[in-house]
């Protein structure tokens, strides 16, 4: 009975200072990030209006449809996964 209560108390003073050592340190080093990463994502998210703004003032100052299409490409252009370019033998698969 002895032993189990000793056994259990030394278990709980050694693993008592590794937990209190892991909060304390955690939040001060997360804060610090979560405040960079919130910089960098209100800076993205600026970036996004701005482009946005501009297109506006393409599309209203379009005056046939090939410059509204330019604006179009110019600020919206198609992601490169998807301008691959095929092979031969895929293109003849398509079709069957």
């Not at 909060?23 to 800076?43: F, L, N, R, Y």
């Not at 998210?45 to 179009?72: G, M």
């Not at 919206?76 to 079709?95: A, H, I, L, S």
Request: proline share 5%.
């Amino acid at each position: 009975m002895k032993t189990a209560i000793i056994t259990v108390v030394l278990t709980g003073i050694c693993t008592a200072p590794t937990f209190a050592a892991d909060s304390d340190t955690g939040p001060k080093g997360q804060g610090k990030g979560i405040e960079q990463k919130k910089a960098e994502v209100i800076h993205h998210i600026e970036e996004r209006i701005a482009n946005s703004q501009a297109e506006i003032i393409c599309v209203k100052s379009a005056q046939t449809h090939s410059e509204l299409r330019s604006c179009h490409e110019k600020y919206r252009p198609q992601p490169k996964n998807e301008r691959r370019e095929r092979n031969p033998q895929q293109q003849g698969t398509e079709k069957e």
